[in-house]
């Protein structure tokens, strides 16, 4: 967690208690994932069985599962389907690791760099499309579409991220456009599919929708914000990071908005001029507007906005747990 | 085309007279390709249609389609999913992209590696998952669950593939079990949709399968086959590149399974010496145990047997040609 997120709130939050509504059924999750991710071929088997590892928190599993449970009962196409979204989530996962530039290169100076980057490829593609057959194992066609639909969204969005790669003049509503699509889509595709397959409205199942992908925003926002103030040890990767892949987050287009013509060249300038340190040369312009402050505001502003959605459900421990997740995502991003 | 292939079969065949039973259908589904793969976003668009234009033969929405009008007739659910496994087959081609090292060292030299090389992945997996998407629009999970399935045991192959590189005690019968899942499931995917959406009974289907994975088996036996007597001008791509990434096969594992224990020993010195012309140093090896011939004896013997599975369906155009193609895949493999 970072040190200055952490000041604001100071009882972090245990999301095994968060999880407790559907601990038994988180485990029958981690039961598929293990009996369908192995393959007969024992070094496949070891990659295979090394990309279910990768991934930790199970929160799109637990999405999807809180929300049937919020509205009605958790049947077996939720405890599949849970799988699947996890399943998805590790393969894209999979794929961030071979998308790291500054990661292929160190890889280049290893022996196996040849093995690494070309079984990430392969591994996170084994992951995909054995989800989506899992998906096709439900009697209609319905969460295919769904979870089809989100994928491509979200592959739509990250897209755009490395479009727009170095495009300093990105506004803060296209950031948010390809937050909501890269990141906040496949957690509203969890909360509808839960929703829908537990025997919710339409309304309902649009309403949750809708809070995944407010909930999903924030938590991106707030993963975007501990690349600036970021434990490292915690977070488990080094500050910077965007900023060394030209990256445009919300805290330098907020502080890009807010500085004056000369400032703005000013820090283009330092932006552009490839020394190790420019970011801490950035983090002086960054404080003097305020950024950090801001981007926070703006992740507590999408979760509260997820949060409102909730209205419509009844009181139960799995609606106190996807509340207590809106205020998880914007302290812990990791 | 290979020279050597050449001189045994003096007439090269023209696809476009293959095709002419689906030639209306193959344009519909470029007209669907075309109206699928979109983005509203420039560059994402820009790299979209780049996909598209990867691939060419349109092999496998072939397959599809004169599996279908050789059994009845071609209907909208044909056209989608000729679509459909096209994305599927450009997606993987994609990957490989990424996948082959010694492209991603050329790029790492060049100003854009990033770019191409997180641009390939993305692209990739966004063509994936529209595949799954435009699939799940059917009325049935049907063809999603055997283009799921088909996918991952693809995806398994090429693993398999990349974890015995270096493997040159690998022999004929596992080459051949790889060749079967990486490159000869979608072709028989591709065949048991088209059977199945025109109505065919289920052992017509599954003899139309195992065509396609016979015939698959010889498009790769003669694909690889190329890297070592390939004409480079037509087959785009370098002799040797294989025998680079130390990718054991026919010809090379034919050489081994021959070779005596000491000679097997000087060419298994040969491969490891890392010279830039071990390429030149192997070719009096698998002359002296014909290697060459023996690797098109096999592809031809695969082509063979698939030609027998056809033996069930009455006389028409569309037959004509998927036995036409059984010579077509053994003439050339690009």
């Not at 598929?32 to 024992?42: D, E, R």
């Not at 996170?124 to 989100?150: K, M, N, V």
Request: glycine letters at 6%; one cysteine or more; proline letters at 2%.
């Amino acid at each position: 967690m970072s040190s200055a997120v952490k000041q604001q709130d100071a009882a972090p939050l245990d999301l095994r208690a968060v999880y407790a509504p559907i601990e038994a059924d988180l485990a029958e999750v981690e039961r598929i994932l293990k009996a369908q991710l192995h393959s007969k071929y024992p070094l496949v088997d070891e990659m295979v069985r090394y990309g279910f590892q990768l991934s930790g928190k199970r929160l799109r599993p637990a999405l999807l599962l809180l929300s049937a449970k919020a509205v009605g009962e958790v049947t077996r196409d939720h405890l599949l389907l849970a799988a699947v979204v996890e399943m998805i989530h590790t393969a894209t996962l999979v794929h961030d690791d071979v998308l790291d530039e500054a990661d292929v290169r160190r890889h280049l100076a290893t022996a196996n760099t040849r093995w690494n980057n070309e079984a990430s490829v392969l591994l996170g593609d084994f992951l995909f499309t054995h989800a989506f057959y899992l998906a096709s194992t439900l009697d209609s066609t319905w969460a295919c579409q769904a979870i089809g639909r989100a994928t491509n969204i979200v592959c739509e969005g990250e897209l755009r991220q490395i479009a727009n790669r170095g495009n300093f003049a990105l506004s803060e509503l296209e950031y948010f456009d390809i937050v909501a699509a890269k990141t906040a889509e496949l957690c509203a595709c969890c909360c509808q599919l839960g929703a829908h397959y537990a025997g919710a409205d339409e309304e309902t199942a649009e309403r949750l929708a809708r809070y995944g992908r407010g909930l999903g925003t924030a938590f991106q926002i707030a993963d975007d914000l501990l690349d600036v103030v970021g434990d490292e040890g915690e977070a488990g990767k080094s500050l910077g990071t965007d900023l060394e892949k030209q990256k445009p987050t919300l805290p330098l287009i907020r502080t890009l908005e807010r500085a004056g013509t000369e400032q703005r060249e000013r820090i283009l300038a330092i932006l552009q001029n490839g020394a190790a340190d420019r970011y801490r040369q950035l983090m002086p312009w960054m404080r003097r507007f305020g950024a950090v402050g801001y981007a926070r505001g703006q992740a507590r502003s999408f979760a509260t906005s997820a949060r409102r959605e909730l209205v419509c459900l009844s009181k139960s421990p799995a609606l106190e747990s996807l509340i207590l997740l809106t205020k998880f995502v914007v302290l812990r991003s990791h």
